[in-house]
């Protein structure tokens, strides 16, 4: 019998009640999205913005050596670059920040930069502050200039009554320490101390900017942070900051912050436009009729805005929103509520790439199939345009990896079969949908990837593995049990305990947890190596994709609890302004 035939019959006596995630409701109507409306769309705040990006640019062209001191010029180039970066405003000063750079690593050492270029004595703030900046901006930098700082115990150690500045130069130090590369014990060593010693210092300092900051790098380390939402805690605490090596430091903060506050709010209306369309998209293309699925348009549309903060990159940003709504729609299709047959047909129809395969669909699947293969061609229609390729059959094979890899979950579901963890990781790296998500979205930018290019940062590459495998194992820990609730017993935590017998729910996730530590530090080398032939501009949308769903999984899985955390994150980063 055909199979479509058979699926037909099946539909018409479907007595079977079918599986269900349980998920909570979409969190934002349509209505209350087309609601929306801010002041910030006037001319006079983009003028006035415009006005202090060139007041800013002439302080960084102002810093110079005065009164023959020698101790603050690296320090005012470094404490400029590093606030522009984290007010989410080094978009307008690339060239400044590249000759502040290029200047304090022409003064770098083996043993970093001391008390003034013509100085011995170690700074563990100016050090650990140039360290990560040149590090995070692909210089080569030694994680041994730290080495000074350990005792011979190899030890970390700070002042027993520590200063405002000792504070500050552990909070750098443990900045850094986020960064390390694979094999660097040194950082190891620098963030478990720097760690300790900062959540000790919080009992014993007032409230103010500094234990807010404190507090914030402690809760986002590196992985869990990014630029829109890094942006939005800054500018709550900066207005307290006093930059000791300047001599009008009031004047410089006081610009710096209205500019980060401008640019926040600027962009803040340019995100209520497309989030209107993301949900009026949503809406027009009947998702919200099904009932089986998590509606999260608008959180997806969140990460990406907090990753793609230039207001070119539009497409973009409805892009990344519009595939991974279509993954996580397809993915509770294939783990809950499809049936067997029915996906082995939608699959099939995917491979097909034929409207009229929707035929012999479900009734709930046509919309879905019709509304991905729109989907897919129009950003494959934006990535010829930006890379001047053709991109589809690419895009499509990458999206038939994924279909298979569902398949096969879907079958060991069916089946009640448990795969070895070996198995498991190779096919949840790409079910997890990280591949998919990030290649179409990506091609749209205006960065040009040649095939060369993109084949270091798409799959085989270690950068993708490394990013598929540290986010399927961490949203393994965050919904493992969730997921056997729903009868979907495989994952890495089920399969490592079957391959090790007599190992514990916890040897598991200990190994698990090892596993991402590692990768985590492969990957920073991936992205930030010196000398590559991939500039890391082409990898860094990449590299921010994998935060942002690092993100959602830091207390819980926020993609299918998102009435929390991850709706205080659109709250902060999308709806909210900034008070000016």
């Given at each position: 019998?055909?199979?479509?035939?058979?699926?037909?019959?099946?539909?018409?006596?479907?007595?079977?009640?079918?599986?269900?995630?349980?998920?909570?409701?979409?969190?934002?109507?349509?209505?209350?999205?087309?609601?929306?409306?801010?002041?910030?769309?006037?001319?006079?705040?983009?003028?006035?913005?415009?006005?202090?990006?060139?007041?800013?640019?002439?302080?960084?062209?102002?810093?110079?050596?005065?009164?023959?001191?020698?101790?603050?010029?690296?320090?005012?180039?470094?404490?400029?670059?590093?606030?522009?970066?984290?007010?989410?405003?080094?978009?307008?000063?690339?060239?400044?920040?590249?000759?502040?750079?290029?200047?304090?690593?022409?003064?770098?050492?083996?043993?970093?930069?001391?008390?003034?270029?013509?100085?011995?004595?170690?700074?563990?703030?100016?050090?650990?502050?140039?360290?990560?900046?040149?590090?995070?901006?692909?210089?080569?930098?030694?994680?041994?200039?730290?080495?000074?700082?350990?005792?011979?115990?190899?030890?970390?150690?700070?002042?027993?009554?520590?200063?405002?500045?000792?504070?500050?130069?552990?909070?750098?130090?443990?900045?850094?320490?986020?960064?390390?590369?694979?094999?660097?014990?040194?950082?190891?060593?620098?963030?478990?101390?720097?760690?300790?010693?900062?959540?000790?210092?919080?009992?014993?300092?007032?409230?103010?900017?500094?234990?807010?900051?404190?507090?914030?790098?402690?809760?986002?380390?590196?992985?869990?942070?990014?630029?829109?939402?890094?942006?939005?805690?800054?500018?709550?605490?900066?207005?307290?900051?006093?930059?000791?090596?300047?001599?009008?430091?009031?004047?410089?903060?006081?610009?710096?912050?209205?500019?980060?506050?401008?640019?926040?709010?600027?962009?803040?209306?340019?995100?209520?436009?497309?989030?209107?369309?993301?949900?009026?998209?949503?809406?027009?293309?009947?998702?919200?009729?099904?009932?089986?699925?998590?509606?999260?348009?608008?959180?997806?549309?969140?990460?990406?805005?907090?990753?793609?903060?230039?207001?070119?990159?539009?497409?973009?940003?409805?892009?990344?929103?519009?595939?991974?709504?279509l993954g996580i729609v397809l993915d509770d299709i294939y783990d809950t509520f499809g049936k067997m047959k029915e996906l082995e047909l939608?699959?099939?129809?995917?491979?097909?790439?034929?409207?009229?395969?929707?035929?012999?669909?479900?009734?709930?699947?046509?919309?879905?199939?019709?509304?991905?293969?729109?989907?897919?061609?129009?950003?494959?229609?934006?990535?010829?345009?930006?890379?001047?390729?053709?991109?589809?059959?690419?895009?499509?094979?990458?999206?038939?990896?994924?279909?298979?890899?569902?398949?096969?979950?879907?079958?060991?579901?069916?089946?009640?079969?448990?795969?070895?963890?070996?198995?498991?990781?190779?096919?949840?790296?790409?079910?997890?949908?990280?591949?998919?998500?990030?290649?179409?979205?990506?091609?749209?930018?205006?960065?040009?990837?040649?095939?060369?290019?993109?084949?270091?940062?798409?799959?085989?590459?270690?950068?993708?593995?490394?990013?598929?495998?540290?986010?399927?194992?961490?949203?393994?820990?965050?919904?493992?049990?969730?997921?056997?609730?729903?009868?979907?017993?495989?994952?890495?935590?089920?399969?490592?305990?079957?391959?090790?017998?007599?190992?514990?729910?916890?040897?598991?996730?200990?190994?698990?947890?090892?596993?991402?530590?590692?990768?985590?530090?492969?990957?920073?080398?991936?992205?930030?190596?010196?000398?590559?032939?991939?500039?890391?501009s082409s990898k860094k949308h990449a590299f921010d994709i994998l935060r942002a769903f690092y993100h959602l999984y830091k207390?819980?899985?926020?993609?299918?609890?998102?009435?929390?955390?991850?709706?205080?994150?659109?709250?902060?980063?999308?709806?909210?302004?900034?008070?000016?």
């Amino acid at each position: 019998m055909d199979l479509a035939v058979e699926i037909a019959m099946d539909l018409a006596v479907d007595d079977v009640e079918r599986r269900v995630g349980d998920y909570h409701s979409n969190l934002w109507d349509d209505d209350f999205i087309q609601s929306l409306s801010t002041p910030y769309g006037a001319s006079s705040y983009r003028e006035r913005a415009e006005r202090l990006v060139g007041e800013v640019k002439e302080m960084f062209t102002s810093i110079s050596i005065e009164d023959g001191e020698l101790t603050s010029d690296l320090l005012q180039r470094l404490w400029m670059v590093d606030n522009v970066e984290r007010l989410g405003i080094s978009r307008h000063f690339e060239n400044e920040i590249k000759a502040a750079i290029d200047y304090v690593y022409s003064y770098w050492s083996d043993k970093g930069i001391v008390r003034g270029r013509d100085s011995a004595v170690p700074d563990l703030n100016s050090i650990a502050l140039g360290f990560r900046t040149l590090r995070l901006h692909g210089y080569t930098v030694s994680s041994d200039v730290f080495k000074v700082f350990q005792d011979r115990k190899g030890e970390f150690a700070c002042s027993a009554i520590p200063t405002e500045g000792d504070i500050k130069g552990v909070l750098n130090l443990l900045r850094a320490s986020y960064i390390a590369f694979p094999g660097e014990k040194v950082m190891e060593k620098a963030q478990t101390f720097a760690a300790t010693y900062l959540k000790e210092a919080l009992q014993k300092i007032q409230v103010s900017s500094l234990s807010r900051e404190i507090e914030y790098v402690l809760e986002y380390g590196w992985l869990t942070n990014f630029p829109r939402l890094e942006a939005r805690n800054y500018i709550d605490v900066f207005g307290e900051e006093i930059c000791p090596y300047f001599k009008k430091p009031c004047i410089m903060v006081d610009k710096l912050l209205e500019l980060a506050k401008l640019e926040f709010n600027l962009f803040h209306s340019l995100q209520q436009t497309e989030l209107k369309h993301v949900s009026r998209w949503w809406k027009d293309s009947g998702f919200s009729q099904l009932t089986f699925t998590r509606h999260r348009h608008v959180e997806f549309y969140t990460l990406a805005s907090c990753i793609a903060i230039e207001p070119k990159h539009s497409a973009f940003r409805l892009g990344f929103a519009k595939v991974c709504y279509l993954g996580i729609v397809l993915d509770d299709i294939y783990d809950t509520f499809g049936k067997m047959k029915e996906l082995e047909l939608f699959t099939a129809a995917i491979k097909r790439w034929d409207p009229s395969t929707t035929e012999c669909l479900p009734e709930y699947m046509k919309g879905v199939y019709m509304a991905f293969y729109n989907c897919v061609n129009e950003l494959a229609l934006q990535a010829e345009k930006t890379q001047g390729r053709d991109m589809l059959n690419y895009a499509r094979k990458a999206w038939e990896a994924l279909f298979d890899a569902f398949l096969e979950e879907a079958k060991w579901i069916s089946s009640g079969y448990l795969p070895t963890f070996e198995e498991y990781l190779e096919n949840g790296k790409v079910s997890f949908g990280y591949r998919a998500a990030t290649l179409q979205p990506i091609l749209t930018l205006d960065i040009p990837l040649p095939l060369h290019i993109l084949q270091q940062i798409d799959f085989p590459s270690r950068f993708n593995d490394l990013a598929s495998s540290i986010l399927r194992l961490r949203g393994d820990i965050c919904g493992y049990q969730a997921e056997r609730s729903r009868g979907e017993e495989a994952s890495s935590i089920s399969c490592y305990m079957k391959d090790n017998p007599g190992s514990t729910e916890e040897d598991a996730l200990s190994h698990i947890n090892a596993m991402i530590s590692d990768n985590i530090n492969e990957l920073n080398w991936e992205l930030l190596k010196p000398n590559s032939n991939v500039p890391i501009s082409s990898k860094k949308h990449a590299f921010d994709i994998l935060r942002a769903f690092y993100h959602l999984y830091k207390y819980r899985d926020g993609f299918s609890i998102a009435k929390i955390e991850t709706k205080n994150l659109v709250m902060r980063t999308v709806l909210e302004p900034v008070p000016m």
